[in-house]
């Protein structure tokens, strides 16, 4: 075994993916000193996914201020990969919950910030714009970032304002032609693994808003019915339907500005980092793939993102091992065919003793290391 | 891969041997169709040891009838393997503590049926007898099955009595000339994997007569002072120092009686299972060697099933897996430096997802199918 590619996801508030790329490494470099190991931990667009691509591909961090959710300056970044060609945002280092501290304000908070790092990457002279959305601390449905760019929102009166989440009703109309130029022409792909629409009970106010600190039914009402109106505008005035596209809903809605706004498309995290490290020729010459994830699932296959990459490396005849938190629940059999079926060659736990999760989380990374190591040693056998 | 040998302890309380083996082979033969699969379910001596041994290397199962724990006639067998020329016996199915019901009576249950099997079994032809301990109601340090075959105990008036647990005191003087010839020069093997010695806080009557019905410390005094004087007698009257060699107090201190009146050699479990199935010759040209337990355990590798079958794979470079339960304790790091140097290439645990034993125990059998089943499918990878 001379070339391994390491593409974990994160094991959810467990291990990083980052975490996990280094011990796999260190077990298989036991075993296999002289191996190459490609490392691409998998960024979902939340925190921590300019950095999973700088990892993966080397480049540029770029530091910057920006407009914070809370509308005071705040420092924030981007990446520049592929020689400055590709910028990565995730929307969180300018928008995200933790930035707010304990005064969580969804009807208030904006994403002009992210706005502001969008026009910075575009004019740093990047051709295309990967924009990460998750961990979001506003509501608003892109309208900050997107006046941030140019977009002008009117309200009845005809005044020009940044709606928040609790204004959004207040939009009487939208003007898109002032999007600054630097942004047209250019390639914008939005990470969006979840499905959520726009509004309405399984929209981001109802489903998201409350973690954000919408604590009332009346302040999720405003939120939902905000932007409910900002959709009817939308398609009134940019004659694009965003209400009903999965995911619009995705970080207060973010997903759907990001359609409407920047004519962004929303993609599969997964398919977007495979497309970004270029996997598909990573897998050249490849002996063998190691991802992971906190618990694969053989009832939902979409989206998962060990099985995103079993579709690609099925194409190349390269064996696929996922090492896993959980196989299955509780409830099922464990039964992976359908797992089997999408190019994942083989799946293995790091449970290595019987205790609840509660035990086995602060046991992980060690359990993970020789889950690893044994691996290393079994596949030293069918040589 | 084209021939595995399936030699797995019991996952003690959760599957015996022999389903290990079956869920095993199932899991090979669905991935190497064309594989030899050669089963040995290890057996400990205990219940089940005769039947082990049977599906291990065939042979003729003969039933009869002997004196019971309890003094009746009761139904009972041993084996006869290669070609009769080996006879196995467990005590259980003549000394058994199921046998009881629920009149347990550990002061008057009697090993003399156990003699009868030992004799039949000479005088049967077999050249070879092992002799399995564990499961038994008695403590009568074999008194009971030496008594069955000759040996003639006097008490203080000079009559001839068969001791039981509350008798032994009364032993004055031991004549073991009148053994029956058919035992003589026959090779006796005891499987036995305890430890404890004869009498004392480590011995038979404190650690393992409560479970026989020992419920108050008067009858563990009566018991443990039996055998103390026991052993004396056997020194003066025998010349054979028993009380202190390590299992003298396996089974209600039949190791003791094994050793003093059959002349036999007491033998980790696994070395005569190995020993008698002729592992050596059975790896030769065997890819693959898996076993199992339900727990390994890199502190004691003392007479641990998997760590004796390591030792024999080392020597002929025959790659082995252990499947296990636990890999560790909670309170470990998990790490099985000390096991691989024994010669297990690597351990697996069966668990799959994170839930404490309570809950990952009637998952076993599941569990352990798919973990066999990715292990092959990993196996398939190296080649």
């Known amino acids: 075994m001379k070339k391994f590619i390491l593409i974990p996801d994160s094991f959810k508030g467990t291990m990083s993916s980052a975490e996990v790329c280094d011990i796999m490494r260190r077990a298989i470099l036991a075993h296999f000193p002289d191996a190459e190991t490609i490392s691409v931990p998998v960024a979902d667009g939340g925190e921590g996914s300019v950095d999973a691509f700088l ?3 080397g480049g540029e961090k770029v530091v910057c201020t920006v407009k914070g959710p809370h509308g005071h300056p705040a420092e924030s970044f981007y990446g520049l990969i592929h ?9 969180a280092a300018a928008a995200g919950l933790p930035m707010m501290g ?25 051709e295309k714009i990967v924009m990460g959305l998750g961990g979001s601390a506003t509501n608003d449905g892109g309208c900050g970032a997107a006046a941030a760019c140019g977009v002008k929102f009117y309200d009845a009166d005809g005044n020009t304002f940044v709606p928040v989440g609790a204004t959004l009703a207040n939009i009487a109309k ?21 499905d959520n629409p726009m509004y309405g009970e399984s929209g981001a106010a ?11 039914q ?15 505008i939308i398609s009134r005035d940019l004659g694009i339907t965003v209400d009903t596209i999965p995911g619009a809903g995705a970080a207060g809605a973010m997903g759907a500005g990001m359609v409407a706004f920047f004519g962004s498309v929303l993609k599969m995290g997964i398919e977007t980092v495979l497309d970004t490290v270029d996997f598909d ?36 005849n390269v064996p696929l091992i996922a090492i896993v938190g959980d196989i299955g629940t509780k409830d099922d059999d464990g039964d992976m065919t359908a797992v089997y079926a999408e190019g994942v060659t083989a799946v293995v736990s790091i449970n290595r003793i019987a205790v609840p999760f509660k035990e086995a989380k602060p046991r992980a990374k060690n359990d993970l290391y020789h889950t690893v190591d044994d691996l290393m040693r079994v596949l030293k056998i069918g040589r």
Chains 1, 2 share one sequence.
């Open 55 to 57: 990892t993966a591909l």
């Open 83 to 91: 020689g400055g060609k590709t910028a990565v945002i995730e929307m």
């Open 102 to 126: 304990d005064a969580l304000d969804v009807l208030g908070a904006t994403t002009y910030g992210v706005g502001e790092l969008l026009l910075r990457a575009a004019k740093s002279g990047a």
């Open 174 to 194: 939208i003007d898109a032609s002032g999007l600054d130029p630097a942004l047209r022409g250019i390639t914008i792909e939005t990470m969006c693994d979840i």
């Open 206 to 216: 109802y489903v998201f808003a409350p973690q954000k600190g919408a604590d009332t």
């Open 218 to 232: 009346e302040k999720i009402t405003i939120l939902d019915n905000g932007l409910r109106h900002l959709a009817s």
């Open 281 to 316: 020729t990573l897998l050249k010459n490849a002996d063998l793939v190691l991802s992971g994830e906190g618990r694969i699932d053989s009832q939902s296959v979409r989206g998962k993102v060990v099985v995103g990459i079993g579709r690609r490396a099925k194409k190349q």
